[in-house]
């Protein structure tokens, strides 16, 4: 009997042990801001050098990695189509307002190019061997390219090893990496980061408090944003604080629980970075409640995100612009298969919206030129 | 007093947890005791604490109800739609709580019509549901819930910080502990869960007091939906999804046995409360995300633990008296 109330106790010991040795490792805390600033910018540079080590491709480290324009430049404007090929697309859930507006994009590039698309998607954000089942039947019906974008890093790579087999050109277009495909096209997430970390500093006056709020702590793109988001702040010698972070499993819930908690405890937080706007929208609930003056940055430009900076709320956010993302990745995929030399990654536009922006053309934000299609 | 204890030593023993929990984030950062963080953690343990006290009504019955995160995203969608359309908040609140007592009566449906098992009848419904929210919206968000309606919910008492919702949620847990203990429901809710056939012979409608479990469980789940719907003003498809584990950590923790026939609506209280004070203290002291998994996990199987620490404890007490 005694023995098992022992046990009871060393049992709480371990925990409360656990939740001591995690916040010693971790370096910022409110109340000793300033010397702490230098230790946690050294663990955000050593972070994010090991998340780069871990990859065996990092699309927004690539060295040949091009922009369209760049890619235009160096093999002309016009993309020669041959009226026989067959392109099939693998994508994520079109509950997701992103993946509709891609699909957008890809119907729009099938209708200037004339090129019938088989368009997959899946029916929810996890059905991994769905996903993989669409590819292996796509490249089963002998199509010429796969634009993939797989749920997650790995859900897809004996699928692409099989296409590649069979001859089949594999792009992997945006979200989950596959190391095995033959290209990358989508956003640098690296450069999402970056950019809101200059907008904020200049909003900021290149001073003050700021938090992230991270998406899922092992995702690629979550990942990178937050790495950009550090890295510009340490490059630029930057006089923001990376006060917390923290994940919100993209939950926007959970973000604005999170965001809560935050603003009381720091009145002299300045700004918060989300790596999407789902959190953002969260938040900006939180700092709304709260009555605080705090800056709140997204990623990905959703629809709401654009109403809700319309209407004061959300501050910025950092487009992709998924519609134009596809008609990229489909040029890029003629390209290839006009026998071009792609490089392994290519680079789609992206842009910062906040209320000066939020109401301008997004083609005349990126400077948009359509492609010129040749059919043969 | 002597008599509380022994009816809610398990409850006692897991709020003694929580303080000392707070004593332990106190050391570690003492912003964490401040009145403005109590205020926090009470609005943050408010969602998981509605879904948790549903859910405990289907536990208690040896069933579960896996659809609550389902069922939390279809009220705010509804409630979400007539209000950006312009009805009366009151009137779209009521209709939320039906909308959650139907889905409930549904889940009662299979669990005793059709007499399915009450995971895989759950299991089926939190697909079946999570779609029929992605088929009404298409995957689009409604926006825009208009204040009256938020207010509702999101208001305070004067300038306290106060919010109503954490009123609401105390309403709704003084009411479970109300019909659990002073009613012959609450009786009939534990004699099924603990035995359903010696209940059925003693003469218990074990089929009404299964519905009445689930149809609680969707009203609780219900009023869940619409404190998130006004704290965020918006309601999506994909809202709530993965909420029903954290729920039944919360009853767990305050001693929900999931055999059924045993749990209080103090002891689900308490386990929600636990499971806010970590979440916010975690915060507070900064503690890397990855661990935060490691830390919850651990406290669920520590405070389980005490299922049978509680008698060694009783044990320890009346040895040391005599």
């Known amino acids: 009997m005694k023995k098992r109330f022992l046990a009871t106790f060393l049992a709480a010991a371990m925990v409360l042990g656990v939740v001591g040795c995690g916040s010693s490792s971790s370096s910022t805390t409110s109340d000793s801001a300033s010397d702490s600033t230098e230790q946690a910018t050294?663990?955000?540079?050593?972070?994010?050098?090991?998340?780069?080590?871990?990859?065996?491709?990092?699309?927004?480290?690539?060295?040949?990695?091009?922009?369209?324009?760049?890619?235009?430049?160096?093999?002309?404007?016009?993309?020669?189509?041959?009226?026989?090929?067959?392109?099939?697309?693998?994508?994520?859930?079109?509950?997701?307002?992103?993946?509709?507006?891609?699909?957008?994009?890809?119907?729009?590039?099938?209708?200037?190019?004339?090129?019938?698309?088989?368009?997959?998607?899946?029916?929810?954000?996890?059905?991994?061997?769905?996903?993989?089942?669409?590819?292996?039947?796509?490249?089963?019906?002998g199509v010429d390219a796969l634009l993939l974008s797989p749920i997650s890093d790995s859900n897809l790579t004996s699928a692409v090893e099989n296409a590649n087999d069979?001859?089949?050109?594999?792009?992997?277009?945006?979200?989950?990496?596959?190391?095995?495909?033959?290209?990358?096209?989508?956003?640098?997430?690296?450069?999402?980061?970056?950019?809101?970390?200059?907008?904020?500093?200049?909003?900021?006056?290149d001073e003050g408090d700021v938090a992230i709020v991270i998406g899922m702590a092992k995702a690629f793109a979550a990942r990178e944003r937050t790495a950009g988001f550090k890295d510009w702040i340490e490059e630029n010698n930057s006089g923001l604080n990376v006060w917390a972070e923290q994940n919100a499993d993209w939950d926007?819930?959970?973000?604005?629980?999170?965001?809560?908690?935050?603003?009381?405890?720091?009145?002299?937080?300045?700004?918060?970075?989300c790596n999407n706007d789902d959190m953002a929208l969260g938040v900006v609930e939180a700092v709304r409640e709260a009555e605080a003056d705090i800056l709140v940055v997204g990623v990905d430009g959703i629809g709401e995100a654009y109403e809700s900076i319309r209407n004061g709320g959300l501050?910025?956010?950092?487009?992709?612009?998924?519609?134009?993302?596809?008609?990229?990745?489909?040029?890029?995929?003629?390209?290839?298969?006009?026998?071009?030399?792609?490089?392994?990654a290519v680079a789609t536009p992206q842009a910062l919206i906040d209320a000066d922006n939020v109401d301008t053309d997004p083609a005349e934000l990126i400077n948009w030129v359509a492609p010129t299609y040749v059919t043969e | 007093m002597k008599n509380f204890y022994v009816k809610y030593k398990r409850e006692i023993l897991v709020f003694v947890a929580t303080l000392i929990l707070c004593v332990v984030f106190t050391v570690l950062n003492p912003q964490f005791l401040t009145w403005r963080n109590f205020l926090t953690i009470f609005q943050q343990m408010v969602l998981n604490g509605l879904l948790a006290v549903g859910i405990m009504f289907t536990i208690l019955t040896g069933g579960i109800d896996l659809s609550i995160g389902c069922t939390f995203a279809i009220v705010g969608i509804a409630v979400a739609t007539c209000t950006v359309g312009g009805m009366n908040p009151v009137m779209a609140l009521v209709i939320g709580l039906i909308v959650g007592a139907v889905l409930g009566l549904?889940?009662?449906?299979?669990?005793?019509?059709?007499?399915?098992?009450?995971?895989?009848?759950?299991?089926?419904?939190?697909?079946?549901?999570?779609g029929i929210a992605y088929v009404v919206t298409g995957g689009v968000p409604v926006t825009n819930v208009p204040d009256?309606?938020?207010?509702?919910?999101?208001?305070?008492?004067?300038?306290?910080?106060?919010?109503?919702?954490?009123?609401?949620?105390?309403?709704?847990?003084?009411?479970?502990?109300?019909?659990?203990?002073?009613?012959?429901?609450?009786?009939?809710?534990?004699?099924?869960?603990?035995?359903?056939?010696?209940?059925?012979?003693?003469?218990?409608?074990?089929?009404?007091?299964k519905y009445i479990a689930y149809i609680a469980s969707g009203v609780c789940t219900a009023v869940a939906g619409l404190v998130m719907l006004a704290s965020l003003g918006s309601a999506e498809a994909t809202a709530g999804i993965g909420y029903e584990t954290n729920a039944i950590a919360a009853a767990a923790i305050g001693g929900t046995s999931m055999a059924g026939g045993r749990g209080t609506a103090l002891g689900t209280f308490v386990g929600a409360l636990l499971l806010a004070v970590l979440k916010v203290g975690m915060v507070v002291i900064n503690v890397d995300s990855f661990w935060q998994y490691v830390v919850t996990g651990l406290i669920i199987i520590v405070a389980s633990?005490?299922?049978?620490?509680?008698?060694?404890?009783?044990?320890f007490l009346a040895r040391h008296k005599n």
Request: hydrophobic share 40%.
């Open chain 1, 252 to 273: 926007r819930t959970k973000a604005k629980d999170l965001a809560a908690t935050w603003i009381q405890q720091n009145p002299d937080l300045k700004a918060i970075f």
């Open chain 1, 166 to 205: 069979a001859g089949v050109l594999t792009v992997n277009v945006n979200d989950g990496l596959i190391a095995q495909a033959q290209h990358y096209v989508g956003p640098n997430a690296y450069m999402n980061g970056q950019l809101a970390a200059e907008w904020i500093s200049e909003k900021l006056g």
């Open chain 2, 148 to 209: 009256s309606f938020r207010n509702i919910f999101n208001g305070q008492i004067g300038n306290s910080g106060i919010r109503y919702y954490v009123i609401v949620m105390l309403v709704v847990f003084i009411v479970a502990h109300v019909i659990l203990s002073k009613t012959r429901t609450g009786d009939y809710l534990y004699a099924v869960g603990g035995n359903e056939e010696a209940a059925k012979l003693s003469g218990v409608n074990t089929r009404k007091t």
């Open chain 1, 315 to 344: 501050d910025a956010t950092v487009d992709s612009f998924p519609y134009y993302m596809a008609q990229v990745a489909t040029e890029c995929t003629l390209r290839a298969l006009g026998g071009q030399e792609l490089p392994s």
């Open chain 1, 42 to 141: 050294d663990a955000a540079e050593e972070e994010s050098a090991e998340e780069v080590d871990e990859l065996e491709f990092n699309p927004d480290q690539a060295e040949d990695a091009m922009t369209i324009d760049e890619l235009r430049e160096a093999n002309g404007v016009e993309v020669t189509v041959n009226s026989d090929w067959e392109i099939g697309v693998v994508m994520k859930s079109l509950s997701n307002e992103f993946w509709r507006t891609l699909q957008e994009g890809y119907e729009q590039a099938s209708a200037d190019t004339g090129l019938a698309f088989n368009i997959q998607a899946t029916t929810d954000e996890s059905d991994e061997i769905g996903q993989q089942t669409m590819t292996e039947t796509l490249t089963n019906q």
């Open chain 2, 106 to 130: 549904f889940n009662g449906f299979l669990v005793t019509n059709l007499k399915l098992q009450p995971f895989i009848a759950t299991l089926g419904t939190m697909s079946l549901y999570r």
């Open chain 2, 305 to 315: 633990y005490f299922e049978y620490a509680k008698d060694d404890f009783a044990a």
